[in-house]
């Protein structure tokens, strides 16, 4: 299934020169939705996995429906302040200054497998950082699954040596 057509591309938003996907329009045309979670539903039953981490805020919206769709639990990955109990951190670079994400510190054991998602891959700081909370935790990462990679933003190399996965590419950046 094609899913480009499907994506709405917004020009400089939220600031100029961003080429903004926007899954939205996507999540209106529930084929669509029900393809991208069915695919990574099929890609992921046979590799034991315990639990699916979602990426604030977007990627909660696939991470939960396929959570949902595979029986396993899901774990929200947040920006900092929002997780109200024992939290771990990692900070990543933005264009201008840092952010950071949290999961909650009893949300994973030792040893589990989980499956990383999020809507969009551009740089790939965010989930590089998502991925070494995974590390403190001692929790094995299977993939890191996207619906959108944006390739010229080499995202995929950041993300060495974690599989990815993604569904439609845009050569922009
Ligand atoms: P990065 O950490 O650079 O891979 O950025 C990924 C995060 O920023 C994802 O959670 C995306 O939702 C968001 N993002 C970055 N660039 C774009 C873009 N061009 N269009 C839509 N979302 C984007």
Do not use: C
């Not at 109990?85 to 952010?99: K, R």
């Not at 510190?105 to 998602?117: P, S, W």
């Not at 969009?120 to 935790?137: D, E, H, N, P, S």
Request: glycine share 6%.
């Amino acid at each position: 299934m094609d899913l480009a057509p499907l994506i709405r591309n917004i020009p400089d938003f939220p600031k100029p020169g961003i080429q903004f996907k926007d899954i939205t329009t996507l999540l209106l045309d529930p084929p669509a939705f029900r393809h991208i979670v069915d695919t990574w539903a099929e890609r992921y039953a046979a590799k034991n996995v315990d639990a699916i981490v979602g990426v604030d805020a977007r990627g909660f919206i696939f991470g939960a429906a396929l959570a949902y769709k595979m029986g396993l639990p899901f774990v929200p990955a947040r920006k900092k302040g929002k997780l109200p109990g024992e939290t771990i951190s990692e900070d990543f670079a933005l264009e201008y200054g840092t952010d950071t994400v949290e999961v909650h510190i009893d949300a994973l054991n030792e040893g589990q497998r989980v499956v990383i998602i999020d809507d969009l891959l551009a740089t790939g700081g965010t989930v590089a950082a998502v991925a070494r909370l995974m590390q403190k935790l001692k929790v094995e990462v299977v993939e890191a699954a996207f619906v959108v990679e944006l390739p010229p933003l080499k995202g995929r190399e950041k993300l060495q040596p974690l599989e990815v996965h993604t569904l439609v590419e845009f050569m922009v950046e």
